[in-house]
């Protein structure tokens, strides 16, 4: 069946940037209707941050992160990215992509801190 994998997560200072990956062991990225980023704070519900489609039209749900996370992927190397800019403290959770119904995969961290 094949699996969600992210990364690139890791420990930041408040302010910077970091870009997360995700690939799926088995699936074609170009052929999958829609992947989506969430991410889950500690103690808090699992959210829907943003989405790209097959077609690379990307929509983004949340609005703090509207004008500083940007989805993008490349089809060459069946990823998915989101570039996260201007990272805040209550950016620090884990992040998700996968698309809709799919089980979810490990995550990364990203932890924002001086």
């Known amino acids: 069946q094949g699996q969600w994998v992210e990364s690139g997560g890791g420990l930041v200072q408040p302010g910077g940037s970091l870009r997360l990956s995700c690939t799926h062991s088995s699936e074609d990225i170009a052929r999958i209707p829609a992947v989506a980023w969430y991410r889950q704070g500690p103690g808090q519900q699992r959210e829907l941050a943003g989405a790209?489609?097959?077609?690379?039209?990307?929509?983004y749900t949340l609005d703090d992160v509207k004008g500083r996370f940007t989805i993008s992927r490349d089809t060459a190397k069946n990823t998915v990215y989101i570039e996260m800019n201007d990272l805040r403290r209550e950016d620090t959770t884990v992040y998700y992509c996968?698309?809709?119904?799919?089980?979810w995969g490990q995550g990364t961290q990203v932890t924002v801190s001086s």
């Open positions: 996968k698309k809709p119904d799919d089980p």
């Open positions: 790209i489609t097959d077609t690379g039209v990307t929509r």
